[in-house]
C-alpha cells in the first residue's frame, strides 16, 4: 500500500511505494498499448493499460480464463465473516473449481512490473489502476508454481465442485471481493 504524506496542505501518494503489475500467460510483451473497455461502466473511446496493486495481485494469480471467487479481508470486514470463510491465518482467499486445479498446476504465469507514474486508481477495492499512455514494462518475475506464491503471499487455495454457491455468499459478506470469468463456471446447479 502507498504512503500517504502531507506535503503543503495537500496530500500526495508516494508514488514510489505504489507497485503497479500485469499477470500474463505470454512470456515476451515489450509493450503494452492501451485498448478500449468493454466494460458498460466506462468510457468505450478511452483505451487504457490495465494493471494491479501488490494488494489484489493475488485475485490473477491464476490460468487467465480460469473462473474464480476472490475476497480479502478489508477495513470493513466483520470477525464473523473471517472466521467462516477464511482458514485460519489467511487473509485473503482465490476460490477456484476443482477442474482447474491441474491448470494451475502447470501454468506459468508473467508479471510485469509497471512504472506508476502515469497510472491513477480506477477502482480501490479491485485495486485497478489504469493508464491512458503506452506503457514498457520496468520488470518481469516469471511464476512456475502458483500454489507457493499463494501460499507465499498469505492466500487461501480453495477448491470446490461449483462456484456458484461461494459466490452467492462472499457477494452478500464484508468481504472486498472480485469474482472473474463467471462464465467460464460450471452452470448453477451442475456438478
Not at 73 to 95: F, R
Not at 155 to 171: G, P, R, S
Amino acid at each position: 500500500m502507498a504512503n500517504i504524506l502531507y506535503t503543503d496542505g495537500l496530500f500526495e501518494i508516494e508514488r514510489k511505494l505504489l507497485r503497479l503489475f500485469h499477470v500474463s500467460e505470454e512470456a515476451d510483451i515489450k509493450i503494452f498499448k492501451p485498448r478500449l473497455p468493454t466494460r458498460k461502466d466506462m468510457n468505450p473511446d478511452v483505451g487504457l493499460v490495465w494493471a494491479l496493486c501488490e494488494r489484489t495481485l493475488p485475485n490473477f494469480m491464476t490460468p487467465r480464463n480460469c473462473p474464480r471467487v476472490t475476497y480479502h479481508v478489508g477495513k470493513n470486514t466483520s470477525k464473523e465473516d473471517i472466521e467462516k470463510y477464511l482458514p485460519k491465518g489467511y487473509s485473503h482467499a482465490v476460490i477456484i473449481e476443482k477442474d482447474w486445479l491441474d491448470l494451475l498446476k502447470s501454468i506459468t504465469l508473467y508479471l510485469y512490473e509497471f512504472n506508476s507514474d502515469d497510472f491513477y486508481q480506477q477502482d480501490e477495492i479491485a485495486g485497478y489502476y489504469v493508464s491512458e499512455k503506452i506503457q514498457k514494462p520496468v520488470s518481469q518475475v516469471v511464476i512456475k508454481n502458483l500454489e507457493s506464491e499463494l501460499e507465499n503471499r498469505n492466500v487461501a487455495l480453495i477448491t470446490v465442485d461449483n462456484l456458484w454457491n461461494i459466490c452467492e455468499k462472499i457477494k452478500k459478506s464484508s468481504f472486498n471481493w472480485s469474482m472473474c470469468r463467471l462464465s467460464n463456471a460450471k452452470e448453477k446447479g451442475k456438478i
